[in-house]
């Protein structure tokens, strides 16, 4: 039993061996090259500290930028998370025969290029574009909304890019439902609204904590819909990180806020974590 288990080991490291060394080439080691160079004080990298670091922390308007781009995960999140749950009901009440079609809907926006689906949002969005001519030709506006280049704006954009990183996790949660569980609670006198804070919530708790991570971490991070979206009226971290190696060639200090960010993100992708694996003996209790 002992030998067995030795072989099982040693077969399991060496086929772990690869991804391993790709994991080290393509993402450790530029991760460590990028720690090295935002150790550099001035932007020749002649000199070692933690001054970059310091420029960022102790500036309001660094930490503003920060707080700002990780708001709007949150915003985006949310609004995924409020479309997300009854789209993903639908699918799984759906009989078979439609809910092919609905799938197609839902991976829509993964089978579509970012900067086309981008695009796409500031036709829809512009002054001149579907929302406000529809609007106008109904009489309920005098002159075009502005929704493009504005936060309601990007939120929206943002929410139908990332939707399908919200609902396929649902989908996988809600197909695992019991439907006597919904029988009982129903032949029990529970009303649907109390059946789905009662019943459905606590046993989705962790498809909801699983799509709530991705979608948060895709959203704070997506450059182009950011940027096209926004179009230069917001400044968020991507962008900012951007800006400083490109444009000031600042590298040091890009190198930084980069490790910032990838901080603060890793701090809130614990949080949902840590929310993932109480969800999970509250679904269970």
């Given at each position: 039993m002992a030998a067995s288990t030795n072989i099982a080991t040693t077969?399991?490291?060496?086929?772990?061996?690869?991804?391993?060394?790709?994991?080290a080439a393509f993402f450790l080691a530029p991760l460590l090259i990028l720690f090295y160079v935002s150790l550099h004080v001035d932007p020749e990298m002649t000199r070692f500290g933690f001054t970059q670091y310091a420029k960022f922390l102790f500036d309001p308007f660094s930490l503003a930028v920060l707080g700002h781009t990780m708001w709007i995960g949150v915003e985006v999140t949310l609004l995924c998370l409020v479309l997300g749950l009854p789209l993903a009901w639908l699918y799984v009440r759906a009989p078979s025969w439609a809910q092919s079609t609905l799938m197609l809907v839902i991976l829509l926006p993964l089978l579509t290029s970012v900067?086309?689906?981008?695009?796409?949002?500031?036709?829809?969005?512009?002054?001149?574009?579907?929302?406000?001519?529809?609007?106008?030709?109904?009489?309920?506006?005098?002159?075009?909304?502005?929704?493009?280049?504005?936060?309601?704006?990007?939120v929206v954009a943002l929410a139908q890019v990332q939707m399908p990183l919200m609902v396929l996790p649902l989908i996988t949660a809600l197909s695992k439902l019991d439907p006597s569980l919904l029988d009982a609670s129903s032949a029990l006198g529970a009303g649907e609204w109390r059946t789905f804070r009662k019943v459905i919530?606590?046993?989705?708790?962790?498809?909801?904590?699983?799509?709530?991570?991705?979608?948060?971490?895709?959203?704070?991070?997506?450059?182009?819909?950011?940027?096209?979206v926004g179009g230069?009226?917001?400044l968020f971290m991507p962008m900012y990180i951007y800006q400083q190696a490109t444009t000031l060639s600042n590298w040091p200090f890009a190198a930084a806020?980069?490790?910032?960010?990838?901080?603060?993100?890793?701090?809130?992708?614990?949080?949902?974590?840590?929310?993932g694996r109480l969800s999970k003996g509250y679904a269970h209790a």
């Open positions: 077969y399991g490291l060496r086929l772990a061996a690869p991804l391993a060394i790709f994991y900067v086309v689906r981008t695009f796409s949002w500031i036709v829809i969005l512009g002054r001149q574009g579907i929302v406000n001519t529809t609007l106008a030709s109904l009489g309920l506006i005098d002159a075009p909304l502005k929704l493009l280049y504005t936060e309601a704006g990007m919530l606590p046993l989705t708790l962790p498809g909801i904590v699983a799509g709530c991570l991705l979608t948060y971490a895709a959203a704070i991070t997506a450059f182009i819909t950011q940027t096209l230069g009226q917001m806020i980069s490790i910032i960010f990838l901080g603060a993100v890793l701090v809130a992708l614990s949080l949902f974590s840590l929310l």
